[in-house]
């Protein structure tokens, strides 16, 4: 098997880095999440609960392998709403929506890894003490938004997931999967380890549930924010 360290060289075709991002996780009733799979993927739970996660962040420095970022194309917030899942015992992630608040990151997105996502309008505003994000999507497929402020609780330690914790489990996904032509592909990517610090919140509004028919079992989410990572993404792969 091949290490970390050794498929983070090999292969990959895409390049980004992860920044002001917030991990914001909610458990979920089983029985709600399952039926929204496509056929083949299981899902995959904590102590036999499932977890949904709404993660908003900002990349920067985006490029093709070999190819400097392209200007304009580079830097934008991001969203996505994903569950925990397995494809034959391989751990990995399964998207329910990905937000950009670029109008070109979709179209190419969907392209090449055949994922939802869809155009937002978003202000992200970022300091070294909070971030601001709000979004809003419109149509008639998977519209609604977030709008929230977040920041590090800078008296808790940042830290390293340790192996077998739900923190660990939550975060240390390498795999997503998708469905494409009447098949599961599976995407990979790869970044060193999660540096996490707990965070607190200010929740305006958060529409991003409403089009999939669940709700969440705990009214608070275990909120985390990130240390920046640069991530290496490879391309899809049948499953």
């Known amino acids: ?48 609960t499932a977890w949904v996660s709404a993660i908003p962040f ?12 392209f200007p304009g194309l580079r830097d934008f917030p991001e969203c996505n709403l994903r569950t925990y899942v397995t494809y034959r015992g391989t751990p990995g992630v399964y998207f329910f929506r990905l937000d950009a608040g670029h109008v070109l990151v979709p179209a190419l997105a969907r392209i090449g890894f055949h994922i939802p996502y869809r155009y937002a309008k ?35 330690e940042r ?35 999660w540096q996490l610090q707990k965070a607190r919140w200010r929740l305006d509004e958060n529409r991003l549930f409403g089009p999939f028919g669940f709700a969440p079992l ?3 989410p275990l909120l985390f924010t990130a240390q920046p990572v640069t991530a290496r993404i490879w391309p899809l792969v049948p499953a």
């Open 218 to 220: 705990a009214p608070e």
């Open 1 to 48: 098997m091949i290490g970390m360290k050794a498929l983070y060289n090999i292969g990959w075709v895409m390049e980004q880095t992860w920044q002001h991002l917030l991990f914001a996780h909610w458990p979920v009733a089983a029985r709600h999440i399952q039926p929204l799979l496509p056929s083949g993927l299981e899902l995959d739970t904590y102590d036999g």
């Open 122 to 156: 978003f202000y992200f505003s970022s300091t070294h003490q909070q971030t601001i994000c709000r979004f809003q999507t419109n149509g008639h497929l998977h519209p609604g938004g977030l709008s929230c402020i977040y920041q590090p609780i800078l008296s808790a």
């Open 159 to 193: 830290f390293t997931p340790s192996d077998g914790s739900l923190e660990a489990w939550l975060v240390n996904r390498f795999h997503f999967f998708t469905h494409w032509h009447e098949r599961l592909w599976r995407g990979d990517l790869a970044h060193e380890p």
């Open 58 to 69: 900002h990349v920067t420095q985006m490029h093709l392998r070999g190819i400097p970022p």
